[in-house]
């Protein structure tokens, strides 16, 4: 969905299919805290845990996290046997997830 405002979040909300995968929205403000380098690099490794697991997530004021993320909103992935990973970075550290099947990345 393209929107110039938090539309797309009320869709994305909507209740889903038992079929679906399950879905997740993290949060972001203009809050000092929420900037801080521990609070980034808990963000991510959220975000690590639902792509190796599958759930798809929705990033709401988020912009701190998007260069650590460009590789996964770039679908830069690395395929090894059946398998899919990507890089994820912080700061000069780089590390490969495992993308699951189901994974999705949603930025709004």
Do not use: W
């Not at 912009?63 to 990973?85: C, F, H, I, P, R």
Request: charged share 20%; glycine share 6%; net charge neutral.
């Amino acid at each position: 969905f393209l929107t110039k405002n938090q539309a797309a979040l009320q869709i994305l909300q909507m209740p889903q299919n038992q079929s679906e995968a399950k879905r997740v929205v993290l949060f972001g403000s203009s809050f000092s805290g929420d900037h801080e380098y521990s609070v980034i690099c808990e963000n991510i490794n959220k975000i690590k845990i639902y792509m190796e697991t599958g759930v798809q997530v929705v990033l709401s004021n988020l912009d701190n996290l998007y260069e650590s993320l460009y590789d996964a909103l770039n679908m830069n992935y690395v395929t090894l046997g059946q398998n899919k990973y990507v890089d994820l970075g912080l700061g000069t550290h780089r590390v490969k997830c495992r993308v699951h099947k189901d994974f999705k990345l949603f930025i709004v």
